[in-house]
Nanobody
Framework: QVQLVESGGGLVQAGGSLRLSCAAS????????MGWFRQAPGKERELVAA????????NYADSVEGRFTISRDNAKNTVSLQMNSLKPEDTAIYYC?????????????WGQGTQVTVST
């Protein structure tokens, strides 16, 4: 199986930036689509950004479009999320996830999450 570990979370002021990283082990990420999700207390988990196995297809939630950038380095087996112009509503636990590159197959591998807190 694939093991995913997130890092890079922390406390920042509104308008600041953070870069989250996801390191994978067990299998190469080159055969998987990857995504970043987030979940705040009292809210459902939502997809923030996704990137296809090759990096050719990228999608963002409307709430982060233009502020966040997802990228991957299959050679290093990592996925990153650059977060700029952070807002208090971005506060959540952020999760890295992986899925096989088959349409409609759900994300099946998840990291433990990393906390992102944005203060006013």
């Amino acid at each position: 199986q694939v093991q995913l570990v997130e890092s890079g979370g922390g406390l920042v002021q509104a308008g600041g930036s953070l870069r989250l990283s996801c390191a994978a082990s067990g299998r190469s990420l080159s055969t998987y689509d990857m995504g970043w999700f987030r979940q705040a207390p009292g809210k459902e988990r939502e997809l923030v950004a996704a990137i296809s196995w090759s990096g050719a297809v990228i999608n963002y939630a409307d709430s982060v479009e233009g502020r966040f950038t997802i990228s991957r380095d299959n050679a290093k087996n990592t996925v990153s999320l650059q977060m700029n112009s952070l807002k208090p509503e971005d506060t959540a636990i952020y999760y890295c996830a992986a899925k096989v590159r088959i349409v409609h197959v759900p994300y099946t591998y998840w990291g433990q999450g990393t906390q992102v807190t944005v203060s006013t």
